[in-house]
Structures are given as C-alpha cells and as structure tokens.
C-alpha cells in the first residue's frame, strides 16, 4: 500500500465543484481582510463511485468571483472573460490539474483498503495562495478532505511549513517522502499559484476593484409569535464581501448574543446581503443600524423613527378614524330609523 506521503509527492491534479455529494470541509483561512490583498482558490473533487456527475473536476476562484472550471481536460473560463484567460487555464492550471488527480487516485487506495464495496465516496483539496497588499506573495494552504472530513492540511507561512495529519495513519509512514515534498512545494506548486493569481489579477482588476454601495434598510414588524416586535437591518446588493453592520439601541450598539442573523449570503447578481435582527417588546427605546463599507466614503446611519414607526401610527389613525366614521353612519341609520 502507499503512503499518504506517497500521493502527496505525485506530479498530477485536476479539480471541480459538484452541486451533489459534496464533502463540504472548513479551512480556518478567511477571504482576504485588506483592501489590496487577493486570493486564488481551487477547489478539486474527486468521486469514487457510480453518480450522474463528473469523476473530477475543479473551480478556481479568484477572491470570490469564479474565473474558470476545469474538467475532462478541458479549461472552460467564467464571468468576464478575454482571450488571454484561455492562456492562464491551458498551461498552469492544466498542471496542477494534473497533480491533483494523481493525487486522488493515490488517495482512494490509501483511505479505501479497509472498504472494498462499492459505496460512493467524495475527496476534496482546497488549495488557496495569496497576494499581499504590496504584491508580495503570502500564505499558502493546501487541505484535504475525504467522507466529509478533513484529513490533512500542508501550511506555508513565511517560509515555514506546518503540516498536521487527522487520520490514522502512522507518521513513521509519512517522514521519509515529506521533506522532498515539501521541497517541491516550495519551489514548483507555490510560485505556481502565486502566477496564476497574478496573471488572472491583471485580466480581472476591473471586476476585482469595482465597489457597489449596499442598499440599507430598517424596519420594525409584529411578532406573531412573541407579541412583541423584531428590529431588522438589512444590507443588500454590495461588493466587495467585507461589511460591518451593526444594531444600536439608544446610541449604544446591541450585544452580539441579543442578535439574529448577521450571516453573509450571495445574491444572484454577485453582490451580497446581511441581515441582523432584534426581538424587542412594546417599549420606548430608540433604534437605529449603521454600515461600514469600502464603498462608501462615510458609515451610514439608518434611523428607526421613520417608515416602520410612522406606517404603525398610520394605521392606528386610519383605524380609530374607520370606527369614529363608522358610529357616525350607525347612529345616523338609527335616527333615520326612528323618523
């Protein structure tokens, strides 16, 4: 049998994202944070086993905008696209496709001995490189994920390598190859990447760089549930990802474990929502949401004195003035009656 160190060592990948079976695997790296960072990430899948969709095939993700797909040894480019995004994917990303299936097949004999049926099985590698703010190469992380858990991860930070391994596999197994590939890391799939991102930051600045102001709004509605009332904020229709949005309740911002929601969701023309919401009773305090976003050159403030409030004390007018006309016309009929 191979070692895990084995099929890491292999010159070959390919890779994909499936809509069905997939593994989904949490890698504790986050989107870049800075204004002029950017990532490149791929995304591989390999499925062992009879199911309607490809065996391998990988996305590759610049930031959070997909700039191409590769499968069957095909390099198909996404989104806003030129001529010159058929030259990236046809050489470097053919590559390190190759790499990756290899990888895979290694994979499935290692993690497979002790299952021979014919069940269906999904692996997963997430590669993702980064770009600094000063266009100086960052970190990079290379994470595996076999049955819906991840199985190892191969870290490159400042020159350092961290590599933990989460399945049983004995490390005396894993040594005597590592260090060589490790070496191979470093000076081949690395600057790899790095190009790769740097070649795709060049065709795609414009779509990278462009910033949408988010649409705010703040509302106050019946609770049907509680009988009291929820608070929300909405943010919608920005880019880039990155935004704070918070809850104020008399100028003070609302503690995080009094909030609802606040998870970061995609909208279907790329820009994105959050949503954080409040249970309140009928009380008198003051509400009111800010935004912080790179689109916007100050931090937006939204009061809640205004449609919410005003839309509940229209009602009640047009209420009491709908039962105030409605005596009139009763005690009109009765005189009318009695004539």
Same mark, same amino acid.
């Given at each position: $049998? ?10 070959? $990948? ?12 949490l ?19 390999? @499925?062992?086993?009879? &199911? ?6 990988? =996305?590759?993700?610049?930031? %959070?905008? &997909? ?8 390099? @198909?480019?996404?989104?806003? =696209?030129?001529?010159?995004d058929?030259?990236?994917?046809s ?8 790499? $990756? ?5 290694r ?10 049926? %014919?069940s269906?099985?999904?692996?997963? =590698? ?10 100086? #190469?960052?970190? $990079? ?8 858990? !991840? &199985? ?6 400042? /020159?350092?390598?961290?590599? /933990?391994?989460?399945?049983? *596999? ?21 600057? +790899?990447? @790095? ?13 990278? /760089?462009?910033? *949408?102001?988010? /649409?705010?709004?703040? !509302? ?19 880019? #880039?990802?990155?935004?704070?949005? !918070? ?6 911002? +609302?503690? %995080? ?8 969701? #995609?909208?279907?023309?790329? &820009?994105?929502?959050?949503r ?24 937006l *403030? ?25 005596? *009139? ?11």
């Amino acid at each position: $049998m191979c070692s895990l160190a084995e099929y890491l060592k292999t010159k070959s $990948m390919q890779c994909k994202w499936t809509q069905s079976y997939v593994l989904v695997f949490l890698l504790a790296l986050s989107l870049p944070s800075s204004d002029g960072s950017h990532s490149l990430w791929l995304l591989s899948t390999y @499925i062992c086993g009879k &199911t309607q969709f490809p065996k391998f095939s990988c =996305t590759i993700t610049l930031d %959070d905008i &997909t700039v191409g797909y590769h499968h069957s040894n095909t390099y @198909i480019p996404r989104g806003n =696209t030129t001529n010159e995004d058929d030259v990236i994917g046809s050489d470097y990303i053919k590559y390190i496709s190759d790499y $990756m299936y290899d990888s895979f097949l290694r994979r499935v004999a290692l993690l497979r001995q002790d299952n021979q049926n %014919d069940s269906l099985d999904v692996y997963q =590698t997430l590669a993702v490189c980064e770009l600094l703010d000063s266009d100086k #190469p960052g970190k $990079m992380i290379v994470a595996d994920a076999a049955r819906g858990s !991840t &199985t190892d991860e191969l870290s490159y930070i400042n /020159n350092t390598f961290t590599y /933990n391994v989460t399945v049983n *596999i004995k490390q005396e197994l894993i040594k005597p190859d590592l260090e060589e590939f490790k070496q191979e890391f470093e000076n081949t799939f690395y600057p +790899v990447c @790095i190009t790769i991102l740097r070649n795709y930051l060049k065709k795609r600045r414009d779509q990278i /760089n462009r910033k *949408i102001k988010p /649409n705010i709004t703040l !509302t106050q509605k019946a609770n049907s549930d509680s009988g009291g009332f929820r608070v929300s904020c909405l943010a919608t229709g920005f880019y #880039p990802r990155h935004i704070n949005l !918070t809850l104020f309740r008399d100028g003070q911002p +609302v503690s %995080d474990h009094e909030i609802t929601g606040g998870d970061l969701l #995609p909208n279907g023309d790329g &820009t994105y929502q959050m949503r954080k919401s409040l249970e309140i009773s009928a009380d008198k305090h003051k509400y009111s949401c800010s935004a912080t976003h790179l689109s916007l050159d100050n931090k937006l *403030i939204i009061e809640l004195d205004e449609p919410s409030r005003r839309r509940i004390g229209v009602f009640v007018a047009v209420l009491l003035l709908v039962c105030a006309i409605s005596v *009139i016309l009763a005690v009109v009929c009765l005189r009318k009656g009695r004539l």
